[in-house]
């Protein structure tokens, strides 16, 4: 049997022969015969993985545009004193083997993951932000779920602050909103007993004091800004302590900030009608019938008098809108425990 097979095997490309010689020269094929089916994978762009990768740099100044990268998936490697960034949004990125580089990340879909590196300073956009075997890194962090260090000791994390006419977008094609920001809340798979392995940066630490705008003249081309009045994301306090014992949760942001009041946390949620039952309590039936309009955006702000100001300038801008405020410096405490343990279980679901 295997000569026979043999046999019509080569008849088969015999056959084939033919056929590619009865075809015309632009390899279309012969008069009453189909044309061979094309399908959609075969038609698709070639990726060299070249262009997204850095690897094995020293000294040197590199990036890709905004578009350049395009949701694909990027790998960092064996890179040494080196000015990285990364303009525009990925799929995952791993970061590997790299010392003494400054590094910028644009969103990311899914996780970044640093590898035994060591004294790096970066600013990261993810979905999920992990190291292992790293050393004395300084992360400006934007990350929607809890960060991980593990065996990584020397850490240091602030609050994501940057811009570039594309980030918005950006930030929407990877599925990530702006106020979804856990960058403060670390979790330590690997702790040492009496130590503390990360800690915050300075509060008025600078942005480009850490990872300097790039030096390149194609890179110069990204319209940046590290203004944290013009931020993407709202800078926000973390867990650093409170300047004071009151706290309010309302929906606005530039009326308090101007006023002196700290953004201590956001979040973006849904909500159902039993949710806000929960939440909202007796002022429930006023907002239960927006919620199918979209996700819930809450704030907290701190400072003394931080109720009778979010009152106050809720009725002055948002006059005929409905806006869930805390009614009174007593209860606003309960409501701020009442809505971020309730948008910490759903994005843990």
């Given amino acids: 049997m295997g000569c026979c097979f043999s046999k019509r095997r080569k008849a088969a490309q015999g056959g084939q022969q033919q056929q590619q010689q009865a075809a015309g020269a632009d390899g279309e094929p012969a008069a ?3 044309k061979a089916p094309q399908y959609s994978w075969e038609q698709r762009a070639k990726i060299d993985p070249k262009d997204y990768t850095f690897s094995g740099l020293k000294d040197e100044t590199v990036g890709r545009l905004p578009g350049k990268v395009a949701g694909q998936q990027f790998i960092i490697q064996d890179c040494e004193n080196c000015s990285i960034y990364i303009f525009d949004h990925s ?10 580089c400054q590094i910028f990340l644009g969103p990311i879909k899914g996780s970044v993951f640093f590898r035994d590196c060591k004294d790096c300073k970066c600013i990261v956009a993810c979905q999920q932000f992990r190291t292992r075997d790293c050393r004395k890194l300084e992360v400006f962090l934007c990350c929607a779920t809890q960060p991980i260090i593990e065996s990584s000791t020397g850490m240091k994390f602030g609050c994501f602050q940057y811009y570039y006419p594309e980030l918005a977008l950006q930030f929407k094609d990877a599925g ?6 856990t960058w403060s809340n670390i979790h330590d798979f690997t702790p040492v007993s009496g130590e503390n392995n990360w800690g915050l940066l300075p509060e008025n630490a600078v942005v480009q004091d850490y990872v300097p705008l790039p ?13 944290a009045m013009r931020s993407i994301i709202p800078i926000t306090r973390g867990r650093r302590q409170k300047s004071s014992e009151e706290s309010c949760l309302a929906c606005l942001i530039d009326e308090m900030t101007g006023k002196g009041f700290q953004l201590v946390q956001t979040k973006e949620v849904p909500m159902k009608a039993e ?13 239960i019938p927006l919620l199918e309009k979209g996700p819930v955006v809450a704030l907290e702000f701190n400072g003394d008098g931080a ?7 809720v009725n ?34």
Wanted: aromatic share 10%; net charge negative.
């Fill in 91 to 100: 799929a995952t990125i791993t970061v590997d083997d790299c010392v003494n």
């Fill in 275 to 287: 949710d806000a039952q929960r939440v909202f309590r007796q002022c429930a039936s006023e907002f």
């Fill in 176 to 181: 990530l909103s702006i106020f979804n920001n």
């Fill in 32 to 34: 009453g015969e189909e």
């Fill in 307 to 313: 109720v009778e100001a979010c009152q106050s300038t």
């Fill in 215 to 227: 030096s390149s003249e194609e890179l110069k081309a990204v319209r940046i800004s590290t203004d």
């Fill in 316 to 349: 002055d801008v948002f006059n005929g809108t409905k806006v869930f405020v805390s009614e009174s410096k007593a209860s606003a405490s309960q409501d701020v425990d009442n809505f971020y343990n309730f948008a910490e279980m759903q994005m843990g679901m």
